[in-house]
Structure formats: C-alpha cells, structure tokens
C-alpha cells in the first residue's frame, strides 16, 4: 500500500491551465499504474489519464490534446498538466494507484490506493 497526497488544485478561468500533483510514499519500488480521476457534484467518477511505470499512458477522450501525465521518479510524484481548461473540467481530482503490468486503465476497479483529492474549478 502507498499514501498518496495531491496538490494544485485551484479556481482558474476557461482557457487556462494547472498542474496537479500527486506524491506517493511506501513502498514504490514495483511496476505500478498511476491515475487521476475525476467526480464533479452529483456525477459519475471517471478516469482522466493514467501512466504507467515504464511511461506508457491513456487519457480520456474528452482530454486528448489539453492534459499531460508525466511522472518524476526521483521525487515519487505524478503531474497532471492541464491546458485550454474548460468548465466541464471541474471536480474533484483524485489520484489512485496499483501494483500492475502493462498498458495502464481507466477503469477505477483496478485501483487500490487513493488520496483524498483536490479540487479543481473552472469558470467560464
């Protein structure tokens, strides 16, 4: 199990952009899958972007184009970089990890730790 912390959140204009974070701590020396989801006020959680621990990613559709995942290992943190935001954007952001192998999901089923989120809101 790993402890996950995001930061970064924040209120931004459409158009803009952010980066979120997400800092890992345990034991991170495995092949592992790191993710950002999304779940704004009464609406289903969904899965953004993911990477995996030999950099493959997968990103929603919606995102294609606006959102970066990238990873720093020396430091055990996750980026989300999010350009041209939009107000459907906003939600809280929530970042989750797995011990896995292979191209990285979306689906949250596959998820074992997550922290506790960051709020991101866009205005238009």
């Known amino acids: 199990q790993v402890h996950l912390v995001e930061s970064g959140g924040g209120s931004v204009q459409a158009g803009g952009s952010l980066r979120l974070s997400c800092m890992a701590s345990?034991?991170?020396?495995?092949?592992?899958?790191m993710a950002w989801f999304r779940q704004a006020p009464g609406g289903k959680r969904e899965g953004v972007a993911a990477?995996?621990?030999?950099?493959?990613?997968a990103y929603l559709d919606s995102v294609k184009g606006r959102f970066t995942i990238s990873k720093d290992n020396a430091k055990n943190t996750v980026f989300l970089q999010m350009n041209n935001l939009k107000p459907e954007d906003t939600a809280m952001y929530l970042c989750?990890?797995?011990?896995?192998?292979?191209?990285?999901?979306?689906?949250?089923?596959?998820?074992?730790?997550w922290g506790q989120g960051t709020q991101l809101t866009v205005s238009s």
């Open positions: 989750a990890a797995v011990r896995a192998r292979g191209p990285p999901s979306l689906a949250d089923k596959w998820y074992d730790d």
């Open positions: 345990g034991n991170t020396h495995f092949d592992y899958w």
């Open positions: 990477i995996a621990s030999d950099g493959g990613a």
